[in-house]
């Protein structure tokens, strides 16, 4: 079945230790995007990608950045970990305008 | 600018009551798209629906309907015969049409079904 995978499910981390969270896709989609999602909030969009092209959000931390190296796949870099990062990061995939299919998440804790 | 609002937060049901989750959009775009999302305690957003700014049609698949009224800016979801698995967080959410841009979400509403 086509769709979009995330590992690792859960992470733990460090205060201040990278991290790299990974997402992959079947769907063969040209828009990838990652979100943050704290408990009882709705998700945050963090930034995307339209083919090669990164879109950052304006509010996105600069301890967040995104590689695309090819259609399927997709990483989130948290360069150091704080407290406040502790949340659930959901990928998501789309073509153009249409619905987003998201993966499961990937629940980082940081200690 | 673009803006959700569910304002039911919580709901609870006993199992096979009629359950509606109301959604109320605003928006300046002339076409756009409105989804629901089901988020169960697993955390993966499951797609259920998307409704086209031009096509006011209501819909029905199985247990589920939607309401969609331009007039009233307005895109409700029923269940019928709710079930236990229907318990989730149940997100409504906006983006304009024809471009890759983010989907503007409601807070969401918890729907508890209780057996």
């Known amino acids: 079945d086509a769709m979009v995978i995330q590992n690792p499910r859960y992470q733990v981390t460090q205060f201040g230790k990278p991290v790299t969270l990974s997402c992959s896709q079947t769907l063969n989609h040209n828009v990838m995007y990652w979100y943050q999602q704290k408990s009882s909030q709705a998700p945050k969009l963090l930034f995307h990608y339209y083919d090669k092209d990164f879109n950052n959000e304006a509010d996105t931390p600069d301890n967040f950045q995104s590689r695309r190296p090819n259609t399927s796949f997709c990483f989130l870099d948290i360069r150091s970990p704080g407290l406040g990062d502790a949340a659930m990061y959901l990928c998501?995939?789309?073509?153009?305008?249409?619905?987003?299919?998201f993966g499961p998440g990937t629940r980082l804790t940081v200690t | 600018a673009q803006k959700v609002t569910q304002a039911q937060t919580e709901i609870s049901v006993v199992e096979k009551e009629d359950v509606t989750l109301d959604c109320v959009y605003e928006t300046r775009d002339t076409t756009y798209y409105l989804f629901w999302y089901k988020q169960p305690p697993s955390g993966e957003l499951v797609f259920l629906i998307r409704r086209n700014s031009f096509d006011e049609q209501n819909e029905i698949s199985g247990r589920y309907s939607w309401n969609f009224q331009k007039s009233t800016s307005s895109f409700n979801f029923t269940i019928t015969a709710s079930q236990v698995v229907d318990s989730a967080v149940y997100f409504c959410?906006?983006?304009?049409?024809?471009?890759?841009?983010?989907?503007?979400f409601g807070s969401g509403t918890q729907l508890t079904v209780l057996p």
């Open positions: 998501a995939t789309s073509r153009v305008g249409v619905e987003q299919y």
């Open positions: 959410a906006l983006t304009p049409s024809g471009s890759a841009r983010q989907l503007t």
